[in-house]
């Protein structure tokens, strides 16, 4: 009875046998089909890049600085995401087609020509799209700032350095065209901080560290005829235009060749802003010339100031890093326009007046700090 037992189970294991093993095992362990899995990877410039699975552990390599942003965002959106958690402005930007471009293009051209004027009383040509009136606005919120920056600082009327300066300030008035100003005189007790500006509406600060370098009236002249200038020709106004101008430049430069919009801020600073800057320093340097030789003040005084100014200054950055001429051009330029100022000086029958007041010494003199 065991015999057949035997016999029937050996049976059977034989049979099994005559089984292919590669059957079995297909049988028993089921066979995936083969797939890929992606991961991604994402930099500190927010940019996501898809690799397969088996190159995980290769080393990470961008793509080549030839290919722009918007050439691999182009590329059937297979590698470049850059957009994906974009602003909505830019998400729209990226989606635009040639033609649209083109026709922003057209309407930025126009609208930049059409802004161009000329300045009166230089010839200059600029892009200029602020109006008189909200440089003004901007001009009184700033001196509401200042005023109460400054509070406690600021001379009173009856301080002889406050009158003088209102004095030279009366004389230089009629000699510049500008309408709606309410000029009023603010003198800071700084004798550390040589400057002075003037603001649109006719707000005029100077500081007490500026007094010792002007030494007379003519010099002072020459200061505020200076800072005059600038709202005379609305500056400004036209600074105002300028940074709208290099923003809008920066941000489609950093979006069409795909470089830090710090880079492209830089560059459009180098190449724009700071040339601009330059010019109305310039501009503000002539026309202030004009100014204090028509109110009878020695113009030879300008010059003489940058002279001082030369001499005090000290470590001054090339002049296509600064947002002013140096000295020494600022000089060779009044000297350059001297002949037609002594022009307006004469005609304005000022021969007969000498370049020194000695009033002004005596107030200087008698504020110590």
């Known amino acids: 009875m065991f015999r057949s037992r035997i016999t029937q189970f050996l049976f059977r294991g034989s049979a099994s046998a005559t089984t292919p093993t590669s059957s079995l095992l297909a049988q028993r362990i089921p066979v995936p089909s083969p797939q890929i899995t992606t991961r991604s990877y994402r930099f500190s410039n927010s940019r996501s890049w898809t690799t397969q699975s088996r190159s995980a552990f290769r080393s990470f390599r961008s793509r080549p600085f030839s290919t722009s942003g918007r050439q691999s965002f182009n590329n059937g959106g297979q590698n470049y995401k850059r957009f994906d958690n974009a602003p909505p402005l830019i998400q729209l930007l990226s989606r635009a087609q040639p033609h649209h471009y083109m026709i922003v293009g057209v309407a930025g051209g126009f609208f930049y020509l059409y802004n161009i004027e000329t300045v009166e009383m230089s010839g200059r040509k600029r892009f200029n799209c602020i109006s008189a009136n909200r440089e003004l606005k901007v001009g009184l919120k700033e001196y509401q700032e200042l005023m109460s920056?400054?509070?406690?600082?600021?001379?009173?009327?009856?301080?002889?350095?406050?009158?003088?300066?209102?004095?030279?300030?009366?004389?230089?008035?009629?000699?510049?065209?500008?309408?709606?100003?309410?000029?009023?005189?603010?003198?800071?007790?700084?004798?550390?901080?040589?400057?002075?500006?003037?603001?649109?509406?006719?707000?005029?600060?100077?500081?007490?560290?500026?007094?010792?370098?002007?030494?007379d009236e003519d010099g002072l002249a020459a200061v505020l005829g200076h800072e005059i200038a600038h709202v005379v020709a609305h500056h400004p106004a036209e600074r105002m235009s300028n940074n709208g101008i290099s923003i809008l430049l920066a941000f489609v430069t950093s979006f069409m060749f795909d470089i830090s919009g710090q880079l492209t801020s830089l560059l459009m600073s180098l190449a724009y802003g700071l040339?601009?800057?330059?010019?109305?320093?310039?501009?503000?340097?002539?026309?202030?010339?004009?100014?204090?030789?028509?109110?009878?003040?020695?113009?030879?005084?300008?010059?003489?100031?940058?002279?001082?100014?030369?001499?005090?200054?000290?470590?001054?950055?090339?002049?296509?890093?600064?947002?002013?001429p140096s000295n020494s051009d600022r000089m060779d330029n009044l000297r350059t326009s001297m002949y037609k100022a002594e022009s307006i000086y004469e005609d304005s029958g000022c021969h007969v007046l000498g370049s020194f007041i000695p009033e002004f010494e005596q107030a200087s003199s008698n504020y110590k700090w």
């Open 149 to 215: 920056e400054l509070q406690g600082r600021i001379l009173p009327d009856s301080h002889p350095l406050s009158i003088t300066v209102s004095r030279v300030l009366e004389r230089l008035i009629p000699a510049a065209p500008l309408e709606n100003a309410q000029w009023k005189v603010h003198v800071i007790d700084d004798p550390h901080q040589a400057n002075a500006f003037v603001l649109p509406g006719g707000k005029v600060f100077v500081f007490t560290g500026m007094l010792p370098i002007c030494q």
């Open 275 to 324: 040339p601009n800057s330059r010019s109305q320093e310039s501009e503000a340097d002539e026309i202030g010339l004009m100014i204090m030789s028509k109110a009878c003040f020695n113009p030879e005084a300008a010059v003489r100031l940058w002279e001082r100014m030369q001499q005090r200054a000290q470590n001054e950055p090339p002049q296509f890093l600064s947002t002013h």
